[in-house]
């Protein structure tokens, strides 16, 4: 029987969103924030507009690709998208896992676009990329985070297309190399891998995507939330800070504050070194271990922010899928109770199992820390139920 390890992780929060703060953080990063005053003022539009052009600098984005914060997290990010540019063309849907799907039931029965092609694979899979055609619209999700399966490179993506390309990489952005020049449409909120706050999503869109908003007015009615252009044209003060409606500046300031760390570990390059350090220490851990497996069947496509694992060990995975659901929570239980690891099950709607997220914001060492604790709780859940 394994024993019960001593030493814990210093954070024990591994949750896939909100995910864990920066390393350092305290409260004291939020004593500048500008509160009781107007995001419309002058220093709160200096605040906006320094956190899209940090943003910006930071992504390395390409020049004339505009930026904006959006209402509603990613979420928003990315419907108000689909629902000012889709219906051009037809449209390639893919998805894999949860999030993909949800976009799909977007496409095809809230927008009911007619010609639509969708191709889906189970958790764990990609769908066949090479199927793609780039004359029609494009619309996957980069990192799913509810199966831990990314797309493996940008490759599969030409550089000359007629349709758009739409991203939502909410849990990919700062933690993996995205080739901007292949997409025109990329989404992601301050909650994931910035450790920010949610409810604040970023646009990013390609010359090309602004000239579809230019030129093209979909059939049905956009709400203001979703409005990008101002007679025709690009609202070009929205792409500067100037937000739709009304952001929390303390969210703007912790998410300033994020981005200052961000600066502080390296910029980009070294959140997402830390990203695949952190990983690499769970798959490594994974090979060694008889009793888990990463979902993710390709190593190409493991995921190095929200690693799904699963149970194969013969005895649990012969069980029934409700005693195995009930084995993980078991598990996850455990771990929480002795304040090692919080919010580390299987997504509701993903086979059952185990989520940690590995994220810039997440120190290599707690990780290190919890790997001994999960082969004790899977240990300890195992005699527990065996003896049930
Ligand atoms: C891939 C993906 N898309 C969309 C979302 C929804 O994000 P939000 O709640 O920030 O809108 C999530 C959240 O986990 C996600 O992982």
Redesign the pocket.
């Known amino acids: 029987m394994t024993q019960q390890p001593q030493n814990k992780p210093q954070n024990p929060n591994f949750s ?2 909100p995910c864990a703060k920066p390393p350092g953080w305290s409260r004291d990063w939020l004593e500048n924030a500008l509160l009781g005053r107007s995001h419309r003022s002058k220093p709160g539009k200096m605040l906006l507009k320094q956190a899209t052009e940090k943003t910006h600098a930071l992504l390395g984005l390409p020049e004339d690709y505009r930026l904006a914060i959006v209402p ?5 990010a ?1 419907e108000m998208a689909m629902w000012s540019l889709l219906g051009a063309r037809g449209v390639d849907v893919l998805a894999w896992e949860s ?2 799907s ?1 976009w799909v039931k977007d496409i095809v029965n809230h927008l009911k676009l007619e010609d639509v092609r969708t191709f889906e694979a189970d958790y764990g899979l990609l769908p066949d990329l090479t199927q793609i055609d780039f004359a029609r619209d494009v619309i996957f ?1 980069a ?4 199966s831990g399966v990314r797309v493996p490179n940008y490759d599969w993506i030409p550089s000359k297309r007629d349709g758009l390309v739409f991203a ?1 990489a ?2 990919a952005v700062f933690a993996q190399s995205i080739d901007w020049l292949k997409t025109d449409v990329v989404t992601f ?1 301050w ?2 891998v910035l450790g920010g706050e ?1 409810a604040h ?1 970023m646009l990013i869109l390609s010359p090309d995507a602004v000239a579809r908003l230019e030129t093209y007015e979909p059939a049905w009615p956009l709400p203001k939330l979703f409005r990008m252009t101002k007679k025709g044209k690009l609202d070009a003060a929205l792409f500067e800070g100037a937000t739709i409606n009304t952001p929390s500046m303390l969210c703007v300031e912790d998410y300033l504050a994020a981005l200052a760390w961000v600066e502080r570990v390296g910029g980009l390059d070294g959140l997402m070194a830390r990203a695949d350090k952190n990983a690499r220490l769970i798959w490594d851990w994974i090979d060694r271990t008889a009793w888990v497996a990463n979902l993710a069947v390709e190593p190409e496509t493991r995921s190095n922010t ?1 690693i799904c694992l699963k149970i194969v060990d013969p005895d649990i995975a012969a069980r029934s899928d409700d005693a195995k659901a009930d084995f993980a929570k078991k598990m996850v239980s455990l771990l929480e109770q002795h304040e090692v690891a919080f919010d580390i099950g299987a997504y509701r709607d993903a086979p059952s199992g185990l989520r940690i997220w590995v994220g810039g914001t997440i120190e290599s060492d707690d990780i290190a820390a919890l790997l001994p604790w999960l082969d004790w709780a899977f240990e300890t859940a195992k005699t527990d139920t065996q003896k049930a």
């Not at 509603?72 to 928003?76: E, I, Q, V, Y």
Request: aromatic share 8%; charged share 10%; no cysteine.
């Open positions: 896939s969103g509603a997290s990613d979420t928003g990315f999030f993909g949800g999700t990192n799913g985070t509810t939502d909410t849990s909120s909650q994931k949610a999503g929200s």
